[in-house]
């Protein structure tokens, strides 16, 4: 059975290496600051121990205030997961360093993130729309997609009746 | 001369109109009067024949792969080649807009001549020759090379990348393949000490030995030279479907694109031919079954040569480029040089005594499967396909 | 004298009978070798992503079928235990088996279409995957029997199964279970020992353990680099903890290991069915589950081995009918990353066999 580290735990040990890398720590995830993410990323792939070798999943949500970047981190080795998070809270240009140097499996991720919700990743390396095509207006899992003045594709279609789903 | 004699031999048949004709014209139109009947005779003989190919091919494929293969056009979707032919006849042929146009339409017409001009040598029985020349050989291996040459024009004029890549495949494999297939054949013509189709059958039927007892390496290495040159499954890297689409033909459509796959089958046909004819004894057979036609017996032996084809194409996967190039030129090559060496040898000793020596027949025959057993043992331990991994 | 040469750009697909679907590579070659790799995807987007948060957790399970079509079963159950941890609702054990059963037919079929269509870029003309379709097609009989879909079968629900199996399932099953090791070692004989074969995809497309763990890849191509990672044994799910099989592991990571690691798990499939039916409980198939499901405010990420690798739901709850994020973790995607490194200095008849090997679906591809 995989452990899931608790984020209380991994952010006492993330304190002892980088004071100022976490925000907090709940049961379920730690949310790092997001100048601090390529260090402590590769902080947990290498420290003995931690060893979170494999980067199972990378997205975004978008919580109107604030975009949440999440990181389902395992090892192989020790058989144990934990959740990493960052939060940015500018909506315009959300931008969150890119950990694709650290784990490679996170290029393809982040470019999804990307595309759909407009996250940038810095110093990615081939930072491009990859499900959309290039000029696609908008990002598409934002919530506030469907509302965009002038963004959607969609905003040439008639408007329904009242009580009506968009979609 | 009765009925049965005039089916047993269709010469025959020729003959009666020469003697015909030579009554009614003069002599050149009583020439190009049998050039003609010849023409048809064989247009009569090759266009069911490819209609049978295709089906043969497609039911047979078909039973090896688990299903049917066509079974609803006429009984045992007989009929399914000529609808097949109707519905090609009615598409359209597109021309890309940026092909050479020229050379584009020519390529299809290209490859289909030279495969119909090597039926002039097949001998299908006794006198049964379009023309019977004597270097008949050296014109199947000639005119056969020519087919190189319109691929490649195939493949360069539809300016299509993927036609381009399979021209240039074809080009360098036709033209590595070409070498061990003539040097195989070589043994055989030192054999029948001719280059004559109807001579090396009959000597294959005077020595009551066919060809493929003592030419064992030679037959293999022919064989699979001439599959090779058919781009059929497992090299048909010049078509590769799941890699280039369909190599040089990708572009072609319609009545092009059907004389294209025509031409492969005619080809087919006419390689199962010379196999009959080189290492089968051409028309002959036991004497108790030549009761019946030889032209019979030798479009026989073409059916099962051609299922054999059809066989290895239902059962392997496709080679890669270096691979086959590094197969013809590392292990088809030297196996057929050594047994040219081996086979002129033996043709000295065979001068030397007299031919009705019962011994030596059976012992050649013995020498040469127990060498190409250990050649072929030998060579695929020395090169292996996956050199580079074992 | 020294030639000016340019590469060669050729487009694989988005039509090319090779790709598996709609999926696009740009190649450059230097003659017939690739010097470089840019895949390039989306043709197939439909955004269930997006569609799902309109959607209540009910309606979202039709839309898990559309993701890997040849493996609808797994989709399923991935997506319901996702939101069965959201929701902390439990399972009986007879719904837990019956999973267990389907999950496990589903990797027989998929693992069918993937070594069969395989063999075919390997450019076999179509008679293994001819093959492996008579085969697969019993599976799908079998799950016609269940559901009476033969793709989309939208059988598992939250809380456990649609409905129970008929009563002729478990016989048929019996017979094809009987059956099927038997097939395997026919189809080992057929071509696993072929020199063509061998020499075609053994040391092709390499990729090393620990390029495969970097770059998040799972399934059996993970397992074909030798990592010993299955997430059946690692983080059991339903009741895979209470069977015993065996993880086929490759040795050198190329594409022979990816081909052999599936046939393998399909002989493990096999065995997993059939302490599954011997252990099989009596009892309801379906817990009560309100039509409209609300779960509190929360996030739950629920992952299985899907035969293509980690298929994973994440899914954020805001306590209302619909997910605020659904997220799909799809394994085809992700082990599309390394295709670069495996692809650059083989030549052009290799990447259509590495890609082969990787075994994508386009419909998970692009979601």
Known sequence: MTTAISGIELANQIKASFAEAVLEGDERAVILRSEYLTQVASFLKTTPGLEFDYLSHVTAVDYLDYFEVIYHITSLAHNHSAVIKVKTPDRDNPEVPSVASVWCGANLQEREVYDLMGVTFLEHPNLKRVLLWEGFPGHPLRKDFLTLEGKSPWQTIEPLEEGHHVL | MNLWDYIYNLANIRDRITDWANGLFVGWVVYLLIALVGIVAILIFLVPSLM??????????????????????????????????????????????????????????????????????????????????????????????????????????????????????????????????????????????????????????????????????????????????????????????????????????????????????????????????????????????????????????????????????????????????????????????????????????????????????????????????????????????????? | MSFKTEPLVVNFGPQHPSTHGVFRMIVSLDGEVITDVEPVMGYLHRGVEKLAEERTYLQNIPFTDRLDYLASMSNNLAYVLAVEKLANIPVSPRAQYLRVIMAELQRIAS?????????????????????????????????????????????????????????????????????????????????????????????????????????????????????????????????????????????????????????????????????????????????????????????AYAHIEAPKGELGFYLVSDGSVAPYRFKIRSPSFINLTPLREMMVGYKVADAVIILGSLDIVLGEVDR
């Open chain 2, 52 to 390: 049978a190919f295709i089906w043969i091919e497609r039911r047979l494929v078909g039973r090896f792969q688990v299903r049917y293969g066509p079974n609803r056009v006429g009984p045992f979707g007989i009929l399914q080649p000529v609808a097949d032919a109707l519905k090609v006849l009615a598409k359209e042929a597109l021309t890309p807009a940026d092909a050479d146009k020229w050379v584009f339409w020519l390529a299809p017409v290209a490859i289909f001549v030279p495969a119909l001009l090597v039926y002039a040598v097949l001998p299908f029985g006794p006198r049964m020759s379009f023309a019977d020349l004597n270097i008949g050989i050296l014109y199947v291996v000639a005119i056969s090379s020519l087919s190189a040459i319109s691929v490649f024009m195939a493949g360069w004029s539809s300016n299509n990348k993927f036609s381009l890549l399979g021209a240039m495949r074809a080009v360098a494999q036709m033209v590595s393949y070409e070498v061990p297939m003539v040097l195989s054949i070589l043994g055989v013509i030192m054999l029948a000490g001719s280059l004559q189709m109807s001579h090396i059958v009959q000597e294959q039927l005077d020595r009551n030995v066919w060809f493929i007892l003592i030419q064992p390496l030679g037959f293999m290495v022919y064989f699979i030279s001439a599959v090779a040159e058919l781009n059929r499954t497992p090299t048909d890297i010049m078509e590769a479907e799941s890699e280039i689409v369909a190599g040089y033909h990708t572009e072609y459509s319609g009545m092009k694109f059907s004389l294209f796959y025509l031409a492969e089958y005619t080809n087919a046909l006419a390689v199962s031919a010379i196999i009959s004819t080189l290492f089968f004894g051409g028309w002959g057979t036991a004497p108790i079954l030549d009761k019946l036609p030889p032209w019979l017996w030798f479009i026989a032996k073409i059916y099962f040569f051609f299922a054999i084809l059809v066989w290895m194409r239902g059962t392997l996967p496709r080679l890669r480029i270096d691979q086959l190039m590094g197969f013809a030129w590392k292990f088809l090559l030297p196996l057929a040089l050594i047994n040219l060496f081996v086979t002129g040898a033996e043709v000295l000793v065979w001068e030397e005594y007299d031919l009705a020596a019962g011994w030596i027949i059976p012992s050649m025959v013995i020498i040469n499967f127990a060498l190409a057993g250990i050649l072929i043992v030998a060579w695929t331990k020395l090169f292996q396909l996956r050199r580079a991994w074992a």
């Open chain 3, 111 to 299: 693992h069918a279409m993937a070594v069969g269509s395989f063999l075919n870029d390997a450019g076999a003309f179509f008679t293994p995957l001819m093959y492996m379709f008579r085969e697969r097609e019993k599976v799908l009989d079998l799950f016609e029997m269940t559901c009476g879909q033969r793709l989309t079968y939208n059988y598992m629900r939250v809380g456990g199964l649609s409905h129970d199996i008929p009563p002729e399932f478990l016989p048929a099953l019996g017979k094809f279970l009987d059956d099927m090791p038997g097939f395997i070692d026919e189809y080992e004989q057929l071509l696993s020992e072929n020199e063509i074969l061998l020499a075609r995809t053994k040391g092709v497309g390499i990729l090393p353990p620990q390029l495969a763990i970097n770059a998040s890849v799972s399934g059996p191509i993970l397992r074909g680099s030798g990592v010993k990672w299955d997430l059946r044994k690692a983080d059991p799910y339903c009741v895979y903890d209470r069977f015993d099989f065996d993880i086929p592991v490759g040795k050198a990571g190329d594409s022979y290991d990816r081909f052999w690691v599936r046939l393998q798990e399909m002989r493990q499939s096999v065995r997993i069915i059939q302490q599954a039916v011997a252990q099989l409980p009596q009892g309801e198939v379906r817990s009560q589950v309100p039509a409209t499901l609300r779960p509190q405010a929360g996030e």
